[in-house]
């Protein structure tokens, strides 16, 4: 059981580039979210979505854009890479709206 | 705002047990306390929750105060692996799940 599967680990981008962050889970939950955390920070919500078709903004949706056209993956977007956005970036996923959240292990981007 | 308010770091040694504080007093009747712990820089781990009984699992107790106003997460027997940054959150139970982590603290076991 593989949970949530993030790749890339490690990504580098250039200013202005566009690349897209995938997250995959095969326990068949409905919620789905991403996250970036800067350092020292705590996280900090993207997008989220509650189920296939439904998508919707967190705290810091500006620059990402998000789609759910499946249970199982939740890719994040990004549209023209820019230096503020160098974090690392978390996807989870739960069952219901309640329920405990599990995590991938990250991907850690850096646009130079 | 923020709806919960830890400290920022505390230290607890090996073996010991290790309480950790948080308060949460604008909580709201349908409204859970979550724990996660970050190990490093790796993916945040769910711990436990509660709503307004005490709580225990494998890993941690949980025990949250009459008025619903704050809580303590006590891992019982502290080890070097315990040594993490842990958050406390309050959300609400159906609707979205949108998990709101704040700077959380950083426990240091020290051997």
């Known amino acids: 059981n593989a949970g949530v599967t993030q790749t890339p680990k490690f990504q580098v981008l250039k200013t202005g580039q566009s690349m897209t962050l995938q997250c995959a889970q095969d326990?068949?939950?409905?919620?789905m979210s991403w996250y970036r955390q800067d350092p020292g920070m705590g996280l900090r919500l993207i997008h989220y979505?509650?189920?296939?078709?439904?998508?919707d903004q967190g705290e810091v949706p500006n620059g990402y854009n998000v789609s759910r056209s499946t249970t199982e993956d939740f890719p994040l977007r990004l549209l023209s890479a820019a230096p503020s956005q160098t974090s690392v970036y978390f996807c989870?996923?739960?069952?219901?709206?309640?329920?405990?959240?599990?995590f991938g292990q990250g991907t850690r981007l850096t646009v130079v | 705002d923020a709806k919960t308010t830890q400290p920022p770091s505390m230290d607890c040694a090996e073996g010991r047990a290790a309480n950790l504080p948080c308060n949460h007093s604008?909580?709201?009747?349908?409204?859970?306390v979550y724990w996660y712990r970050q190990i490093h820089s790796q993916g945040p781990q769910y711990i436990i929750h509660g709503l307004k009984n005490n709580e225990t699992n494998e890993m941690a107790s949980l025990i949250i105060t009459e008025d619903r106003k704050s809580s303590t997460l006590i891992l019982p027997h502290a080890t070097l692996r315990d040594t993490a940054v842990y958050y406390c959150?309050?959300?609400?139970?159906?609707?979205?799940?949108?998990?709101?982590f704040g700077t959380g603290t950083k426990l240091q076991v020290i051997p």
């Open positions: 604008t909580i709201s009747g349908n409204e859970y």
């Open positions: 979505s509650v189920g296939a078709g439904i998508t």
């Open positions: 989870a996923s739960s069952y219901s709206g309640g329920a405990s959240a599990f």
């Open positions: 326990m068949n939950h409905e919620y």
């Open positions: 959150i309050v959300e609400g139970w159906g609707g979205y799940q949108k998990v709101t």
